[in-house]
């Protein structure tokens, strides 16, 4: 036998007979409220559980959460936060009725959730008024040029039961084909009732998706970062060790406690949180993405067909959250039902969402749903909403199929590098699905790996060859350094680089593709020598004819430097290798140096360690000049000093 886990959720008008047939497929009374049993209409959701044997493969059982939503106009935003995470839809229609405007505005809702199925229902099939072809007619016009157009149809009654074996055999029909939750190691429940048992303490129920949870675990509500663990776990009643994505569970936490509807308290929890793992997500305040609104019409006297303006004011629905915020569009002029355009929508308290999610906008009176789409960006507050590379990336996004590979080229093509282990916490998509289509990025060479970042290939190609072009431009200009400066060139590229580490294979390419060699703190091709510029020949003239008149007594460097030209001159000569530096107030003819140098090798190799003073009187210099010669020797390795005695190294 196999239990497979599936959320199936009610939708359509109200008074055409939802709860009806939610009681009859579960065999649960659905009106659970006092003023839902005294109006007769639901008013909030209703969660029960209908096991389902497939008629034609008796090995497989379909345990299905069945979300029974409310159809009255007032509590759409209702309905919204119960089908967020189903897999199929059960749209219910009247037969005596027919297609009416909440109908239209549920179908559209689960249109922009992309929920995968929908599966109509007439019901009242039996009423001496009803006309089940006229109807069954024009449902399918309704869906036709929608992903539903072939959606089955199906007529019922729960008074006799007509029609209820079909209905059957179609939902396991489609489950059956249905894509099973896989596990993304990205657990999500989002809340949609929380409540107090005495002697457990707090319980939240959702439905679970995108990984397993277990009990004991640890994990983290979001918005809200408020951390707790798994104390223990119910599904339909029972007690589970773990449950899977697909579930309707209930979790008993440890050490919070509940927030007053309608109110969010960062600290405390409620309808609207999420239950998730620690690593997964961001809550955010900003965020960008694209909207679409159906051009269909919901009602002769409330369309829902007027301009959405810049700066109005909306209910932004995601998972089982509501939150009024703000949208605004790239330009001024509207987006009118039919359209699309990019957005962004600040909001006025936090909210748990990833790149990819699908969501629904309502009004700012909750009157009427105006559109839905995905969320691309949740870290839009750090970029400017206008500028060129957002735009392209949301535009990029909004003409895409919404895959993970048209995110990941898109989100590369503005960010030119994308890390992968970080981005599978922020996204919809799993590790495995990015590397896959990264692989393929990569062997297509329109990117490339480096550190375990993935790059685009054109962009680090021309960051390279920029790189080298600066290192060439300071060697023309500047041919008395031994080249450009390193510390400079790493701050620069610091600023467009995605990070700091990668300017390390930003240095390793420069020298493999462009024979570029590092000297110490400087970069310079490989063929490059250091020449002194025509500007300060005359000054280098100078400067050596000077030293040369007492080769053995030169004078302190701050009397050759009378200007900042013969600095540099001085610092020329001594790259081109013409001086020597001793230290920072002493320079010296290479040729002085070499001799003394080697005097100074023939006296210790013939007399063993020896003075200062013994070697200056053996050199015939001053204290002045011999002290910082023979540190010079000392750091370079010629000679090895043991308090007041010094030896040559090689003996």
Known sequence: ???????????????????????????????????????????????????????????????????????????????????????????????????????????????????????????????????????????????????????????????????????????????????????????????????SIHGL??????????????????????????????????????????????MRVALNLSSVSIRKAHRFEPTKVGRGQVVTDPQLGRSTRCLDGTLERSGRSMHPDKTGSGPLRSGSRVWFHMG??????????????????????????????????????????????????????????????????????????????????????????????????????????LGIWTAKQLAREAALWVKEKHAIKQQGWMLDAAWWAQQVCEAFKDVQQHQRAHPEHPGHPIEPLRTRYLRCLPEASLWKALLESLMTQHQVEQSGDFLAHASHHVAMPDRLQPLADAISRQLKEKPLDPPYRRNLENSPDEGDAIRCLVRMGNLVELNKDMVMAREAFERLLQQTRRFLEQNGPSTVSQ????????????????????????????????SWRAS
């Open 1 to 195: 036998m196999r239990n497979l886990p599936f959320i199936v959720a009610t939708a359509g008008h109200v008074d055409h007979g939802k709860s009806a047939l939610v009681e009859y497929l579960t065999r649960q009374v659905t009106d659970r409220l006092p003023e839902e049993k005294r109006r007769g209409i639901t008013i909030d959701l209703g969660f029960y559980q209908w096991s389902l044997v497939d008629p034609e493969q008796p090995q497989i059982t379909y345990d299905l959460g069945m979300i029974d939503v409310p159809g009255h106009e007032d509590f759409v935003k209702n309905m919204v936060t119960g089908v967020g995470s189903i897999d199929c839809a059960l749209l219910v229609i009247a037969a005596d009725d027919g297609w009416m405007p909440q109908t239209e505005e549920h179908f559209q809702i689960l249109h922009y959730l992309r929920v995968p199925h929908i599966i109509p229902i007439i019901t009242k099939a039996d009423r001496a008024d009803a006309d089940v072809t006229l109807v069954e007619s024009m449902i399918r016009e309704e869906l036709d040029e929608t992903p539903y157009a072939d959606a089955p149809i199906v007529a019922t009654s729960a008074l006799s039961g007509t029609g209820f074996d079909t209905l059957k055999s179609i939902v396991a029909h489609t489950l059956r084909a249905h894509t099973p939750h896989w596990d993304q190691s990205k657990p999500r429940l989002p809340i949609d009732r929380a409540f």
């Open 201 to 246: 303490g707090t319980v939240v129920t959702g439905t679970l998706s995108g990984a397993p949870l277990k009990m004991d675990q640890p994990v983290v509500i979001q918005p809200g970062g408020i951390t707790t663990k798994i104390k223990s776990i119910q599904h339909h009643h029972a007690t589970q060790g773990d449950v899977q994505p697909g």
């Open 320 to 425: 089982s959250d509501q939150i009024l915020g703000r949208i605004e569009f790239p330009s001024s002029q509207p987006v009118v039902p039919g359209g699309q355009a990019a957005f962004r929508l600040t909001l006025e308290r936090p909210c748990f969402v990833l790149e990819g999610d699908p969501f629904v906008i309502r009004d700012g009176s909750q009157q009427k749903t105006v559109g839905g789409g995905r969320v691309w960006d949740t870290d839009a507050g750090s970029r400017r909403f206008r500028s060129r590379d957002q735009q392209t990336f949301l535009q990029s996004m909004m003409a895409s199929d919404a895959s993970c590979g048209a995110y990941l080229r898109a989100r590369l093509a503005r960010d030119h590098g994308l890390h992968l282990e970080t981005l599978q916490w």
């Open 615 to 646: 070697l200056k009187e053996s050199l015939g210099i001053s204290r002045r000049v011999a002290i910082p010669l023979f540190e010079k020797l000392d750091r370079d390795g010629m000679t090895r000093r043991e308090g007041d005695l010094r």
